[in-house]
């Protein structure tokens, strides 16, 4: 789910900006690209090869637990574009919590 939050990340957006497509111009910045390969790489190190399942303590998981955390990561590029095309005029309804400030 990291690695999809990694993608949720590249674009933040505003109100006046609700760009939903996070994967619009993603080739354009290479470091994200070799970054986030990079960090893909090392994770399923960490849980697939059994000498570093014991440095770090992992146990090794099955292709179906690699499939159901693959579908819980592309869950949270759909719900970010949900929140990204809710209108503002509903998210204006919310209550919020007034900070108050001693001096």
């Known amino acids: 789910m990291n690695l999809f939050n990694m993608i949720n990340s590249r674009k ?3 109100v ?3 760009e939903i497509n996070v994967f619009s111009r993603i080739h354009h910045n290479w470091w994200f690209l ?3 390969l990079v960090e893909f790489n090392i ?3 960490i849980v697939g090869y059994p000498p570093l399942c014991r440095i770090f303590g992992t146990t090794p998981i099955t292709l179906s637990m690699h499939m ?3 579908g819980l990561g592309v869950g949270t590029l759909v719900i970010a574009a949900l929140a990204k095309s809710t209108p503002a005029r509903w998210t204006e309804k919310f209550p919020t919590m007034k900070e108050t400030y001693d001096s």
């Open 12 to 14: 933040v957006g505003s």
């Open 34 to 36: 070799i970054v986030l």
């Open 16 to 18: 006046s900006d609700a």
């Open 43 to 45: 994770q399923y190190a």
């Open 68 to 70: 159901i955390s693959f």
